[in-house]
């Protein structure tokens, strides 16, 4: 049975692979902070929580509710591959979780690819939706 710090490392192992840029880590609390800027991967947390990989970037604060905004982002999380959108108080993030004991690098690589894909797809939109 792996320790949290053998899931840690293995996630940095992987992160390192990967050639992601680790801007955070924190053994202690089980936390990385990534980026890859030119793939829309910026300040993308990852947080250890034994037994999920918790994933986290945080998009955009709405300023402007409305409900064609909420129906938007509820259509777009059907074709988003892995992960969601996902909203705390006014604040939109993209959210996944993982399991850990069996994690292997290509789910890491898959659910950071789909963070991606969606910040190309969809950049315009969020960005209206942020103003």
């Known amino acids: 049975m792996e320790t949290q710090q053998n899931h840690f490392q293995k996630i ?3 992160l390192v692979d990967l050639n992601y840029v ?12 990534i980026e890859r800027e030119e793939e829309g991967i910026f300040n993308l947390v990852l947080d250890c929580e034994d037994p999920i990989l918790i ?7 709405i300023k402007n509710e409305t409900p064609d905004l909420y ?10 591959v892995h992960g969601a959108f996902v909203l ?3 604040k939109v993030s993209f959210r996944d979780t993982l ?15 789909s963070l991606s894909l969606l910040m190309t797809e969809y950049n315009r939109e969020l960005i209206e939706f942020s103003k």
């Not at 680790?22 to 902070?33: C, H, Q, R, S, T």
């Not at 994933?55 to 604060?61: A, G, K, P, T």
């Not at 399991?99 to 690819?113: F, V």
């Open 71 to 80: 129906k938007s982002l509820l259509t777009k999380n059907r074709d988003i």
């Open 12 to 14: 940095k192992d992987y």
């Open 99 to 113: 399991q850990i004991e069996n994690l292997d690098r290509n789910e890491i690589e898959g659910s950071i690819n």
């Open 55 to 61: 994933m986290e970037q945080f998009l955009f604060e």
């Open 88 to 90: 705390h108080e006014n």
């Open 22 to 33: 680790i801007k955070v880590e924190d053994e202690e609390n089980g936390l990385f902070v």
